[in-house]
T-cell receptor, first 110, second 112 residues
Framework: GQQLNQSPQSMFIQEGEDVSMNCTSS?????WLWYKQDPGEGPVLLIA?????ELTSNGRLTAQFGITRKDSFLNISASIPSDVGIYFC??????????FGTGTRLTIIP | DTAVSQTPKYLVTQMGNDKSIKCEQN?????MYWYKQDSKKFLKIMFS???????INETVPNRFSPKSPDKAHLNLHINSLELGDSAVYFC???????????FGPGTRLTVL
């Protein structure tokens, strides 16, 4: 089945640093989504992308829908302690079935 | 004013038991989902219902039976629980043909 390869698997950064993570697939998708999951909570939608090449920002977060429709990246600028968590990409090909990436665990070193 | 709610938050039970998890959404969405998140945090869809009709049914043992009494509720009943069923189960909802899904807080199921 379709799989989304997310990298890096984990990141250890200092507060104030910028973060970049990406998601790739061998299949084409129509929609890319980025979620964040805090411990003990459900994933929360951060950004949704609907067109190839689209670049969308949400505060300090910026995400892009790759031009080939097979990848997406998420950048976080000037990280703060509350950015800690697991970030998931998810993609969809025009039906209700979301395929999720393997997650990037972000840790901020004091 | 919780958007997607699940009960219980934690469920600890013995192998072989039958248990249910309930989900309700007040977003006015017409499509609801159940996902399973394993110990490695991998999220996989199990079922999806649209207006009480099953539209996605992944390869899930038939011990798992979703039930949707109305479009705001989707419950998950699990028969003859096994150790491998231990996981966090998430309910989600969306409007059909819109890709943005909103998740509940999860139910951590532990089978002993």
């Amino acid at each position: 089945g379709q799989q989304l390869n997310q990298s890096p698997q984990s990141m250890f950064i200092q507060e104030g640093e910028d973060v970049s993570m990406n998601c790739t697939s061998s299949s084409i998708f129509n929609t890319w989504l980025w979620y964040k999951q805090d411990p003990g909570e459900g994933p929360v939608l951060l950004i949704a992308l609907y067109k190839a090449g689209e670049l969308t920002s949400n505060g300090r977060l910026t995400a892009q829908f790759g031009i080939t429709r097979k990848d997406s990246f998420l950048n976080i600028s000037a990280s703060i302690p509350s950015d800690v968590g697991i970030y998931f990409c998810a993609a969809n090909f025009g039906n209700e079935k979301l395929t999720f990436g393997t997650g990037t665990r972000l840790t901020i070193i004091p | 004013d919780t958007a997607v709610s699940q009960t219980p938050k934690y469920l600890v039970t013995q192998m072989g038991n039958d248990k249910s998890i309930k989900c309700e959404q007040n977003l006015g969405h017409d499509t609801m989902y159940w996902y399973k998140q394993d110990s490695k945090k991998f999220l996989k869809i199990m079922f999806s219902y649209n207006n009480k009709e099953l539209i996605i049914n992944e390869t899930v043992p038939n011990r798992f039976s979703p039930k949707s009494p109305d479009k705001a509720h989707l419950n998950l009943h699990i028969n003859s629980l096994e150790l491998g069923d231990s996981a966090v189960y998430f309910c989600a909802s969306s409007q059909r043909h819109e890709n943005e899904q909103f998740f509940g807080p999860g139910t951590r199921l532990t089978v002993l």
